[in-house]
């Protein structure tokens, strides 16, 4: 998988799945959902406050006669009501709209009607980058602020089910540190180290996973050759996996604005994918987000 024109074929070949939006009332989400459909990958059921849906879908074209819509004006009962529908079946996947992030988190946390895994939840970005010959996968960009070993491991095994969602048979994992060296003075060296040490004792599977790495010598090769480095995931990496949020935040944030790049972004861990995007994600990063979204609804 090289680009999001695969992921829309795979997921258009998969048929179609429903998502169901808490808060629907956004133009954005609003647009991306109608596109979605018009591409023949999903459903809809938007929830939230249909005055205000109807007045955003006559201004933009959108006919909602190809959705369910269910009126709840307050945010709560409809993030409530939106979890509610993945969780009862009745949806594959629920995506956020018009509202507080922690408002839908706590829906999907909620122990009656909510959506709570084995895992923990953590937020898995795909990027599309000129001139690169694969797909990009960088977790954790926006959920656990200083994941510990166990949380780390987590954290890769969600992502390996995103990027074999995306057909990555056994996708590469590079613990990103800023040096390529254990360090004891560097506690995420020490944990990448651990983790590469659990993949191979077969803890962590379906993946190869190596660290510490560097970004550079993670996804070239050349780069790779040049300090000498001959594991397998040298230079070939998949999945970037971050020591913090911090460092996760800025490489998002540098693959979005910096790089030729198209996104897509969504939550896992819990039994079904959250598509959760950033305001400052535009149309097409919010679409590409609903594809992956699709494609992971049979997975997770």
């Known amino acids: 998988m090289k680009n999001f024109e695969q992921a829309l074929e795979l997921a258009r070949s998969k048929g179609r799945k429903t998502v169901s939006v808490a808060c629907a009332q956004d133009r954005d ?3 991306a959902v109608d596109k979605a459909r018009e591409a023949g990958i999903v459903d809809a059921i938007l929830v939230g406050d249909e005055k205000k849906i109807r007045e955003i879908a006559a201004a933009n074209s959108v006919d909602l006669n190809n959705y369910r819509v269910v009126d ?3 945010l709560t ?3 409530r009501e939106a979890v509610r529908l993945v969780s009862s079946g009745e949806a594959h996947m629920l995506m956020k709209g018009l509202v507080d992030t922690s408002i839908v988190l706590k829906a999907v946390l909620d122990k009656e009607i909510g959506l709570r895994g084995d895992s923990i939840l953590s937020h898995v970005a795909v990027f599309e980058i000129e001139g690169w010959d694969r797909l990009f996968y960088v977790t954790d960009a926006a959920m656990n602020i200083a994941p510990n070993l166990d949380a780390k491991k987590k954290i890769i095994e969600n992502a390996v089910k995103v990027a074999r969602s995306l057909e990555v048979e056994t996708p590469k994992v590079a613990c990103l540190c800023a040096k390529e060296k254990v360090n004891e003075k560097m506690p995420d060296t020490v944990d990448a180290k651990a983790l590469e040490d659990m993949n191979k004792n077969g803890e962590l599977k379906d993946c190869l996973v190596g660290g510490p790495f560097a970004l550079d010598n993670a996804i070239s090769e ?3 050759k040049h300090k000498g480095m001959d594991h397998p995931v040298a230079g070939r990496a998949d999945i970037l996996m971050t020591g913090d949020i911090e460092a996760g935040n800025v490489l998002y944030k ?3 604005f910096f790089a030729k790049s198209k996104n897509a972004g969504i939550i896992v861990g819990a039994r079904k994918p959250i598509i959760l995007t950033s ?3 535009n149309e ?3 679409l590409n987000s609903i ?3 699709s494609l992971t609804a049979d997975k997770l």
């Open 291 to 293: 594809i992956l979204g």
């Open 284 to 286: 097409e990063a919010k």
């Open 279 to 281: 305001r400052a994600d």
């Open 72 to 74: 709840r004006e307050d």
């Open 29 to 31: 989400v609003l647009l």
């Open 254 to 256: 540098s693959m979005a």
């Open 222 to 224: 050349e780069a790779a």
């Open 77 to 79: 009962e409809a993030a």
